[in-house]
């Protein structure tokens, strides 16, 4: 059972190309960054709820890539693909990513996770776009709704791992 929610914080300085997302969870780093990198338990918790996740390739390391589709209900697949540039766990993770549905609007991504202490870890990630437009599209896209309910069911895969 989750005892604390922590919300997703959203950041999007006025006239930058720049997106940063904070968010604390309950578990330690080295199970925060294990759920990034697994290929199995990034498709536990990786998106909105409706959606089903399959993983053609997920390889987070320096020098690899990974490639996945979510499917809706309906059917309908939105593709997903990136390079990845670094990853040192349990630190960070630095790569691209990008939507079949944005052309060749990748954004370039870093994530860090911070030890708090007491087995809570602070996630930030920082996604660098090509121009504000790009931004305030990948904003209106429904990518919050995607990470805040992403971020819910890491709590609980999270939770059921330290049980």
Do not use: C, N
């Amino acid at each position: 059972m989750i005892t604390t929610k922590h919300e997703t914080e959203y950041h999007a300085p006025a006239g930058l190309p720049v997106i940063e997302v904070v968010r604390e969870f309950d578990a330690p780093r080295e199970l925060v960054y294990r759920a990034h990198t697994d290929p199995e338990l990034i498709t536990r918790w990786l998106g909105p709820r409706r959606l089903k996740m399959t993983v053609e390739r997920y390889d987070i390391e320096r020098g690899g890539g990974y490639a996945y589709t979510h499917i809706d209900e309906d059917g309908t697949e939105y593709r997903f693909w990136g390079a990845v540039h670094d990853a040192r766990a349990p630190e960070t993770i630095t790569q691209t990513f990008g939507f079949e549905g944005a052309g060749d609007s990748a954004s370039l991504d870093k994530l860090v996770l911070e030890d708090l202490g007491d087995g809570r870890t602070r996630l930030r990630i920082t996604s660098v776009v090509f121009d504000v437009e790009t931004r305030d599209a990948m904003l209106r896209s429904g990518m919050k709704e995607g990470v805040d309910q992403g971020y819910e069911q890491l709590d609980e895969l999270l939770a059921e791992q330290q049980s």
